[in-house]
């Protein structure tokens, strides 16, 4: 049942819904077939490029803190939120650079004015999935594989954004924190970045 709880969170004035609300399992597998498209290993290997630029960009965010300590778990959001945005619209956040300045992540996290962010949320994904749209998709990011055959790119948008960068991280934090808690499996991980060398920047 967990479509219907999305049905508070549609416009009435929107008529096509997303993928988690569809109850029509013929419809939700056709509408399915290009996010599959969007993440199968071909796709996933191609999005390798944005993910990396990222990782450096908060590498770096997390070396410059003025005071030496930081909110480890904002800033992975803030990560996944602008890679999600990449994948999909081709950019538009810099929350690593700049953090939640628009409330747009704060919004995901919790219901606060929900009216009122829920409309700024809509309507920040809105305007960049009709920009994209515009301009085309010459990179392939997810919006590549979705705008030719998905029937609402706001919906799918918002979707991707939401789904996407929450679900990453969360997950990554809990590896962060678990690798943290037990030395023995971090310094694994850190040896094999460390011969790495400056390989993660090429």
Known sequence: ???V????????????????????????MRRRRPWTCAFSTTALKGYEHFITIRCVQLVEALENQPNGEVNVAERISFFSYDVMNDLMFGGGSEMIRDGDIKGLRRFMEAFENLVKELKVFREQYQNR???????????????????????????AGALAIVVGSD?????????FYFLLCNST???????EIDELGDQTKD
């Not at 085309?136 to 609402?152: A, T």
Request: one cysteine or more.
């Open 167 to 175: 679900t990453t991280s969360n997950a990554v934090t809990s590896l």
């Open 5 to 28: 709880v999305w049905d508070g969170r549609i416009p009435e004035v929107q008529t096509t819904k997303p993928l988690v609300a569809l109850r029509d399992k013929t419809e939700h």
């Open 1 to 3: 049942m967990q479509h």
């Open 185 to 191: 499996a971090c310094r694994r991980p850190q040896a």
């Open 129 to 155: 999935a009709i920009a994209r749209k515009k301009h085309g998709s010459p990179q392939e990011g997810i919006f590549y594989h979705l705008v030719r055959s998905v029937p609402s790119l706001v919906a």
